[in-house]
């Protein structure tokens, strides 16, 4: 397998390139120059699969020969070693829980796989590598967790100061070794912005070896589609396929699951579930992709004004505008209605939605009020303890915090302050 870049400016390159170069030379996101089938057989018989026989048949024609079969299967196996379970809410929603992971939200999968294919690959190279990385919230200490202690691997997270929950702050900011974080006075998009900069002239910092842990990585990005096969495996109704409500920021998440349809997978529809960040809901409303600023949220981690992944939606579906809106609907949903729905299924169904799992939910409910015939699961994407700040107010009650991540919450934040401005993340990396 190959990986073309999608502004056609760069030669083709690996899995093992595409991996540690992250971005194009020609700014553009590695995409695999055909997507490849799973055999009806795995869909067919999919309960009978082991998770890791099912990811492994999905992620190994990506991989290609870059790492060996035994060395693979045991990266899918660390991989997703803890469940994912799909939960009836009611007769029509099920909840796909991405959040039992050590960071308690979805991207452990994806920052597991590339720390440990990266892990792999840099096994036998002299130079150290350096892995930069914006995040809105999730992101970093998913990255953080993945990559810590991984010889050969630094690690530098940039993150907007005050723009994400302390459990997301904590999480990235107290590991210490190889980790290292900058609190960044701006926008999550600043952070974006700046980490594009630094790869635009990586030639500026010959002593190091820069590679990006974000969403557009391939190696975190398509090992996202894994969840996918994990709901349909569940899913009673397969004659019925779900709708599939996606809580969306960069995109990256729902890309997956649309390549995992591209694949084969059964999928009803999919639902770009947005906060007040609507530029897909409005570009498929209007035609129009206009780029806004970003609004901050109570969903921080979808706090995205350009997502960069769409541009891999629209070569999935060949940049056909029709067929882009026979796949998916988007919604965009304000803080209220989040709010009210969180409450309302705590209230009335007893389960408890995080933030971004509400938006979501809200969004498939929309959906189904029209098309009442069909079911839909949502993907939580994180637990609610995370965003406890706003859902314990809304539930009046307490979340309990998890064992796995009392003892972070009790250690000490370490951040380095910075402007948003590309020259002092630079002056940073000279530094090291
Ligand atoms: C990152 C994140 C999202 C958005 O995912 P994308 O792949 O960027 O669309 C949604 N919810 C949570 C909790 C996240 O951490």
Known sequence: MKYYSTNKQSPLIDFKAATIQGQAPDKGLYFPEYIPQVSEELIKNIEQYSNEAIAYEVIKPYVGDCIPENDLKKIVEETINFSI????????????????????????VGARFMSRCLGYFVKDQ?????????????????????FYDVPGVDVVILYPSGKVSSVQEKQLT???????????????DDCQQMVKDVFANAADFPHLFLTSANSINVARWLPQQFYYFFAYKQWADKNNPPVITVPSGNFGNICAGILANAS???VQHFIAACNANDIVPQFLQTGEYKIKNAVATISNAMDVANPSNFVRIMEIIGKDIPSLKEKITAYSISDEATKATLKNVFDQHHYLLDPHGAVGYAALEKYLSTHSSQKGIVVETAHPVKFYDVVEPLIKQKIEIPDSIKQQMESEKKSTVIDNETEQLSAFLNSK
Request: hydrophobic share 40%.
């Open 264 to 266: 084969g997978l059964p």
């Open 126 to 146: 002299n130079k150290k590598v350096t892995v930069l990385v914006a995040t809105s919230g999730d992101t970093g200490g998913a990255v953080a967790n993945g």
């Open 85 to 108: 379970p799909l939960i009836s809410i009611n007769e029509q929603i099920a909840s796909l829980e991405l959040f039992h992971g050590p960071t308690l939200a979805f991207k452990d």
């Open 174 to 188: 107290t590991l210490g070794k190889n980790i290292h974080a900058l609190e960044v006075k701006g926008s999550f």
